[in-house]
């Protein structure tokens, strides 16, 4: 029978811990061959070798991985579009049914007022966003070349002219 640690007398047992077998950490692995999609931070790449390094990802698989999480941006990247297209459609479709037969008048009378008062950063903003279809925004300018559009004269006689101060002016003669 052999003898365990139980059959010896406690003074007799020898408890010095024992080291672990030393065991070589592995090489890191080099995932310097990788190729990553234009455009992709530094932090982003560093998080990711960080974790396949933790992992021991070989190589091969780390490239899977990158290629993999390329495609699926790509494709959040399409859907984001066409849900944007879609939505600057709806827009212009709102726009079209809000205004009318009057669509192009007040359209132009819009453009005109934008041009305007917001000049070419305004034109170049309403472009890239998309809101220059949005009816709310047609609708203000349209208001806002309609309220300061071109005067019509009714060829009246002018008004005289009073030395009149300021607050005359705003609050009467007294």
Excluded: C
């Amino acid at each position: 029978m052999s003898e365990t640690l139980t059959d010896t007398p406690p003074e007799q047992r020898d408890l010095t811990p024992t080291a672990p077998a030393q065991t070589q950490s592995p090489a890191p692995l080099d995932y310097t061959q990788l190729k990553w999609p234009e455009g992709t931070q530094s932090a982003a790449r560093e998080t990711f070798l960080g974790a396949a390094q933790e992992m021991k990802l070989p190589p091969e698989m780390a490239q899977k991985l990158v290629d993999w999480n390329t495609q699926q941006m790509a494709r959040q990247e399409e859907t984001q579009e066409q849900t944007r297209q879609e939505m600057l459609q709806r827009w212009a479709d709102k726009t079209k049914a809000v205004l009318g037969p009057q669509y192009e008048e007040h359209l132009a009378v819009a453009v005109r007022a934008a041009r305007t008062y917001g000049g070419e950063e305004l034109q170049t903003l309403l472009k890239e966003t998309g809101l220059g279809n949005h009816p709310v925004i047609v609708k203000t300018f349209y208001a806002i070349g309609s309220a300061t559009g071109e005067d019509a004269s009714t060829g009246g006689p002018a008004a005289a002219q009073t030395d009149k101060t300021f607050a005359q002016a705003l609050y009467g003669a007294n």
